[in-house]
């Protein structure tokens, strides 16, 4: 979170994507994918008897949360805009990320197997 707000306070070309169609979409997609994949990590280890789904919409939430304190940061830094289409990235990039933590996390495949391991 704190990489997302220090990257936000400036204007940043990154090279090399300048001639991608919805570059600055991408980006956002995939910074909240990895913020979506580590709330998703800690809300389950959190609160490690929940449900899987449970844990992945806290993650989606706080991820879009801060997605949207970031565009009203990014609305007051000079060379930065806020749109409304980069908060829909940074809401399907937590999705994505927060359901991929689950899809690979050892808990799912236990919860869903009925199989336990002698790592909890």
Do not use: N
């Amino acid at each position: 979170m704190a990489l997302i707000f220090v990257v936000s306070s400036f204007e940043v070309a990154v090279p090399g994507v300048q001639h991608l169609p919805f570059r600055d979409k991408a980006l956002h997609f995939a910074e909240y994918a990895v913020l979506g994949w580590l709330c998703a990590q800690a809300s389950s280890r959190t609160w490690p008897s929940s449900r899987a789904w449970r844990t992945a919409a806290f993650a989606v939430f706080v991820s879009v949360l801060w997605g949207l304190s970031d565009e009203i940061h990014q609305a007051m830094v000079p060379g930065r805009s806020s749109e409304l289409a980069d908060l829909v990235a940074d809401l399907l990039g937590s999705i994505v990320g927060a359901a991929a933590w689950h899809v690979f996390s050892s808990r799912s495949v236990r919860q869903y197997t009925g199989k336990f391991t002698s790592m909890d």
